[in-house]
């Protein structure tokens, strides 16, 4: 990345170029040597097309209540029913939706809004730097989950309100990590050049150093996402995230459902594994994501 430059090389040329390293091709030609990563993108594919296609999958209205109580696992109920008489496979399916549109609402915010804080604080140093790393430690000195309960706490329990919670757990660390990014890159040459070619500063954050550091923005999404999606749940499962009737895997974890795990284990055991499933295939994808997009690790795994 570090070429001199000689002549009047357009902006464009310093950026970086396209290649037969680069594309979706490329992508899954190495997912392809990731059989961890591979499961954990067919996991998230699989996750998508429950929540897309619910009212579809899901046979019955996940909030009727028109059933017979605590029936076991059946033809009619693949995954049982619940205590209030509620068919739970319609309820893991529909709740694949709410969880998917929390947990990404919040991830894509909060990393766009860390990106831009990170991005701004590395790139211009000095006083900025300082005072937006000083907020940052005041952010992360005050304990992360307290934090989330007071703002669930005092916005009441929804689903936005438990967005907004995740997006302020997210930005604190992810800007910070991003900053190292920023510091490492932004002393480059061709940084330099497009300085001296007149560039301003705005133009090179977003234009050139931006799409530098964006495999690492890539895969602090995909580790990101069964982070929030537990955390998400873990507030619903406290009531301060989703509230009943609206399908959630955490909620329904909850409330008078725990006293009857013993006597009818379905009740836990579905929407627990739903829950399992869906941040163990996000990590294995991230971890195979961080392999694929990281330089140094490149042509090491052929």
């Known amino acids: 990345m570090s070429s001199v430059v000689t002549d009047a090389q357009t902006l464009e040329d310093l950026g970086v170029k396209p290649s037969s390293t680069s594309g979706i091709g490329y992508f899954f030609g ?22 897309i296609f619910a009212p579809w999958i899901g046979p019955y209205n996940p909030s009727s209540q028109d059933f017979a109580i605590l029936n076991a696992p ?19 399916v529909y709740a694949s939706r709410v969880e998917l549109s929390v947990s990404l609402s919040a991830v894509f915010i909060g990393v766009a809004l860390a990106t831009v804080v990170g991005t701004v604080s590395g790139y211009f140093g000095g ?6 790393q000083r907020v940052n430690d005041v952010w992360l000195a005050f304990p992360g989950l307290i934090l989330l309960l007071i703002v669930s706490a005092v916005l009441g329990p929804s689903p936005r309100t438990l967005v907004i919670a995740l997006v302020i757990g997210t930005i604190p660390g ?16 061709y940084i330099e050049a497009a300085r001296v070619m007149g560039c301003s500063q705005l133009r090179i954050m ?8 964006m495999p690492l923005i890539i895969v602090i999404i995909s580790i990101a996402i069964p982070s929030i999606a537990l955390l998400g749940a873990s507030l ?30 379905w009740m836990a055991i579905f929407p627990g594994l739903a829950l399992s499933l869906t941040v163990l ?11 694929i997009l990281d330089p140094r690790l490149r042509g090491s795994a052929q």
């Open 206 to 213: 977003f234009r050139h150093v931006l799409p530098q550091i």
């Open 281 to 291: 295939s996000f990590n294995l994808l991230g971890d195979a994501l961080r392999d």
């Open 127 to 132: 006083i900025t730097d300082s005072s937006i």
């Open 236 to 265: 619903s499962f406290l009531g301060l995230g989703v509230m009943p009737p609206t399908p959630s895997w955490g909620a329904d974890l909850s409330g008078d459902a725990r006293s009857y795990f013993e006597t009818a284990p």
């Open 74 to 92: 059946s033809l009619a109920h693949p995954f049982g029913t619940d205590s209030l008489g509620r068919d739970i496979l319609s309820r893991v």
């Open 174 to 189: 992810t800007s910070r990590i991003i900053r190292g990014a920023v510091l490492s890159e932004k002393n480059n040459a």
């Open 30 to 51: 190495r997912l392809r040597h990731h059989p961890l990563g591979m499961f954990g993108f067919a996991g998230i594919v699989v996750l998508l097309a429950a929540a």
